[in-house]
Nanobody, 120 residues
């Protein structure tokens, strides 16, 4: 089980940090991915971190502005800077044991999502 927190409203150019907290398992065995979805659009992969920390991935649109990191055994954060209005979406945390996350398919564990709104 995973649960997201940290969403909210922010001005364009602002920053937010989302947290994904795992429970009921050894969360450090899991690759973690952050996805986002806005109304009428496909779920988009934003960033991933492999279970062993050796690899991270960022979509081109967020590279250089977002950072995914494990802050403790049960928590993986997504730091987001210079946010843009088009990045308003529900952000989801997902986890997969001992396998990388490359798409939303074959990912067994999902959180409920947290809303991020970027507007003046």
């Amino acid at each position: 089980q995973v649960e997201e927190s940290g969403g909210g409203w922010v001005h364009p150019g602002g920053s937010l940090t989302l947290s994904c907290v795992g429970s009921g398992t050894t969360f450090s065995d899991y690759s973690v991915g952050w996805f986002r979805q806005s109304p009428g659009k496909e779920r988009e992969l934003v960033a991933t971190r492999d279970w062993d920390g050796r690899k991270t991935y960022y979509s081109d649109s967020v590279k250089g502005r977002f950072t995914i990191s494990r802050v403790n055994e049960n928590t993986v954060d997504l730091q987001m800077h210079d946010l843009r209005p088009e990045e308003s979406a529900v952000y989801f945390c997902a986890a997969r044991k001992w396998r990388p996350i490359t798409t939303h398919q074959a990912v067994p564990i999902w959180g409920q999502g947290t809303q991020v709104t970027v507007s003046p």
